[in-house]
């Protein structure tokens, strides 16, 4: 199996208007890291004594990796410059850290600037829906001021391909809501689905906001027809983790509303049996954005769901020459794992690269079973 090296990277920057910049050549470390609903990072370390106002903020970077042959856009994202670093190391010399970031990222720095109760903050629909809807109504075509509006960004046609939700969430984060209904489609009680998105590069510049069901990528999970099984023993899995875990759970919930004090709208959701005594974990949301009492309950049914105990499942995949990363599976795949007795799915949703000094690379892929 041959390594993967600096030379089967390429890193090509352009302004933020899309004009090609010169290819960034001779650097001397390269770390990408980003996965499935989480804000990802790119850190370009180089020996440039160039000043830190020659790379204008938010200057993109598209990072494309070559494996047997193939080459192609890792991650199929769009990385922003954020952040720089000037340094000198031990030996004196002089070097230059550049920080890029996803739309991730931009996600995490943007808020539902909506009043409660209004159509941007309050809404009923398909769960897959409602994530197009808030980037629509908070980067995309539906703000209601200009200056939010992302340029060069869509967003896919709906699908309706979860069970329709019900969600208050004025002027909140919209990174942790979008999280949410994720984890709401999941452990819902009679149409559980795994959704997660993503924020896919179109073209120079533009980039197309999608939702996934089932997985991101293919499936070739157990009931596909292109299974692929991976185990300890065939080299598939390292250091694999099963744990079944009752920590951060909760078998008891209380959700607030409007109101103050003894007045406030509250809905608790228990366990069947109680759970009493020790045994008894509690937890409160607080849902004092939510105008509508239905809503209210529905935040703590949500909560209650995502606070069961479960099997949590972590590993990382073992490369051999019938199983690469970027040419056999892909970020988003859908895999078979076998482990400690049980047989389940599991989605490569976690990718950390890095290029040391010396040009060699250390592969990452994570795999998480929910």
Sequence with gaps: M????????????????GAPLAQIVGYTGLRVAYGERNPGVCIVQTNSERAAQDWPPFTMLEVYRTVEGITYLEGDRIWYL??????????????QRLYFYDMNTILAHRYVLYAAGSEQADKTDQADDMLKEIVRDNLGRDVTVAAREVAGLLVAADLSACKKIEKAFAWRNCLEVMREICQQSLEDATKPLYLTWDFVRDGIGIQTFHTYTGQRGANRGQSSGQRLGLTWENGGLKSPSLIYARYGSANHVTAGGQGEEALRYT??????????????????????NVTANEDVDSEALAEFAARQPRYKFTAQLGETNTRRYGYDVHYGDLVSVSFGGYDFDAHLDAVSITLADDGTETLSIGLRNE
């Design 2 to 17: 041959p390594d993967v090296t600096q030379n089967d990277y390429r890193l090509q920057p352009y302004t933020l208007a």
């Design 82 to 95: 954020l952040d720089q670093e000037d340094y000198y190391d031990e030996s004196g010399q002089r070097g």
């Design 267 to 288: 809905k608790t959701v228990d366990a069947t049996p109680a759970a009493t005594g020790i045994t008894r974990l509690e937890t409160f949301v607080d849902a004092r």
